[in-house]
């Protein structure tokens, strides 16, 4: 398994932290997710990946978000493929929409949105002997933080129903 330097765990919770003030002011229902591994039963350890917020939308349900400092390469965005396995095994096991939330350290004002289950038909890579997915920043949905959530919300929805 890949693991983080300081440095992109350090981006990594501030991406975290922009997201969740951007929830604050939008006054939506939001729980962070403990991602200590004492929080996972013993039968899915290494099988499912918690995401870090699942926000709460009366009369329609959750939505999980996993928030990333992501760059965009080469007009792509990069993700490690045993992630997103183990993210798509959390949500059909608790049957959620989730979605991957790239922060851009150049514009942490702007967040592209990447449904997690689009990322499940696009084939797999090996970039550097790690296996990954990749898909175009054009196609992610650019969040604007000056908007409000549900703003943001409708707009994803409104642009899959025409996709």
């Not at 699942?54 to 329609?60: A, R």
């Not at 990749?134 to 994803?156: C, G, M, S």
Request: positive net charge; hydrophobic residues 50%; glycine residues 4%.
């Amino acid at each position: 398994m890949f693991t983080l330097s300081a440095e992109l765990k350090a981006k990594g919770a501030l991406a975290e932290a922009a997201f969740a003030a951007w929830l604050d002011s939008s006054g939506v229902a939001y729980m962070y997710v403990e991602q200590s591994p004492f929080t996972v039963p013993a039968g899915l350890k290494g099988r499912i990946k918690r995401p870090d917020y699942l926000v709460g939308l009366p009369h329609i349900g959750l939505l999980a978000f996993d928030v990333k400092a992501k760059s965009v390469y080469r007009g792509k965005l990069v993700f490690e493929l045993a992630e997103v396995e183990r993210l798509a095994c959390f949500a059909r096991m608790f049957h959620l929409t989730l979605y991957f939330v790239c922060v851009d350290g150049d514009d942490a004002e702007l967040h592209r949105w990447v449904p997690l289950a689009e990322l499940a038909r696009r084939p797999v890579e090996v970039r550097n002997r790690r296996r990954v997915v990749t898909y175009p920043a054009a196609e992610a949905h650019q969040a604007r933080l000056a908007l409000p959530f549900l703003d943001v919300l409708f707009q994803v929805t409104e642009s899959a129903m025409s996709a």
